[in-house]
């Protein structure tokens, strides 16, 4: 069965505002939560590592106060894309570790429109 | 840093025997991973080498060198469905939580 839930699947949103993308690990306990982001015909590309009940350790380029992270329990941590736009249109996906091997959330298409 | 190089494309026949090879140059491994990803899904766990030599299982099999830092995954007997990209990931083990960071992934396109 599914390790990870990632919700919403799809979203579409209108310039300006915001959305927040749930990534939830089943059945375990996770104090760590990685968010990819990933382009059209591009590779995952780490944006930071959620850590619960402390800050989130962001990748180098990744403004933190436009990607918000909240992992505030060991099954939940939420990614909050503020002010979207038209270029932060992207597959987003979480994964987390569990028993040295990597769950991928079903990820999350956005279109900012 | 890292780096990780793998080939952008490769094609391959039906039923045929293809190598997709993983070059990578970084601090504090703790292992290497192949995931395959269809188009718009998420990606799903192939294999995973963390010491040197062959691993084995079913259809596709991942060989390592820490020395070399090289990796290849092979995949045999080929079938139409295998066509995906194909992503080489390096596991840092220096800080907490040991983040995985991915190549750029290799596009398998298998033809009949």
């Known amino acids: 069965g599914a390790v990870v839930s990632q919700h919403p699947s799809r979203v579409i949103c209108k310039s300006g505002t915001s959305v927040k993308i749930e990534c939830r690990s089943l059945d375990f306990q996770a104090t760590t939560m990685f968010w990819y982001r990933q382009f059209p015909k591009q590779s995952l590309m780490l944006m930071a590592t959620?850590?619960?009940?402390?800050?989130?350790?962001?990748e180098q380029g990744v403004e933190k106060d436009k990607f918000l992270i909240n992992h505030a329990s060991l099954t939940l941590s939420t990614l909050t894309v503020t002010s979207a736009h038209p270029e932060d249109s992207s597959f987003y996906i979480c994964?987390?570790?569990?028993?040295?091997?990597?769950?991928f959330g079903q990820g999350t298409r956005l279109t900012v429109v | 840093g890292q780096n990780i190089d793998q080939p952008t494309e490769m094609t391959a026949t039906e039923g045929a025997i293809v190598q997709i090879n993983c070059t990578y140059q970084?601090?504090?491994?703790?292992?290497l991973f192949w995931y395959q990803q269809h188009a718009g899904e998420a990606p799903t766990f192939l294999s995973y080498?963390?010491?040197?030599g062959l691993e084995e299982k079913g259809r596709f099999s991942s060989f390592l060198s820490r020395s070399k830092g090289y990796s290849y995954l092979l995949l045999k007997e080929l079938q139409m469905k295998d066509s995906a990209s194909y992503l080489c990931?390096?596991?840092?083990?220096?800080?907490?939580?040991?983040?995985?960071?991915f190549g750029a992934g290799t596009i398998l396109r298998v033809k009949s």
């Open positions: 970084t601090s504090g491994f703790n292992g």
């Open positions: 994964s987390v570790n569990r028993g040295g091997e990597a769950f």
């Open positions: 080498n963390v010491l040197d």
């Open positions: 959620s850590n619960e009940g402390s800050k989130a350790t962001y």
């Open positions: 990931a390096v596991r840092d083990g220096r800080e907490y939580g040991n983040k995985l960071v």
